[in-house]
Nanobody
């Protein structure tokens, strides 16, 4: 059974940090490009960041650039998102998603284009 299980969300004050994790199982994680995608209350999905299957290439939305860092440990089948300098507008449910295609496509992919999708973890940035 394929699973993507996100963790690490929570309540944090503005300016704080969180580290999200996404544990993958049931497929060959190292062969998939990965994304973090978020959905704020009442809004649509927003792509946040992506990483190539080997981890050597990382890409970010403008909203995340300079504050968030995506990484992966293929030996542990785990994806990460380090989020620093958090803002109230970062409040959202954060999802990890896996694609068997190229990292080049991650930025523009819709939900149905991903092979696998996690259940999400809530991040709330509030004083």
């Amino acid at each position: 059974e394929v699973q993507l299980v996100e963790s690490g969300g929570g309540l944090v004050q503005p300016g704080g940090s969180l580290r999200l994790s996404c544990a993958a199982s049931g497929f060959t994680f190292s062969q998939y490009a990965m994304s973090w995608v978020r959905q704020a209350p009442g809004k649509g999905l927003e792509w946040v960041s992506g990483i190539s299957s080997g981890g050597g290439i990382t890409i970010y939305a403008d909203s995340a650039k300079g504050r968030f860092t995506i990484s992966r440990e293929n030996a542990k089948n785990t994806l990460y998102l380090q989020m620093n300098s958090l803002k109230p507008e970062d409040t959202a449910v954060y999802y990890c998603a896996a694609s068997s295609g190229s990292w080049r496509s991650l930025r523009s992919m819709g939900k149905d284009e991903y092979d696998y999708w996690g259940q999400g973890t809530q991040v709330t940035v509030n004083s």
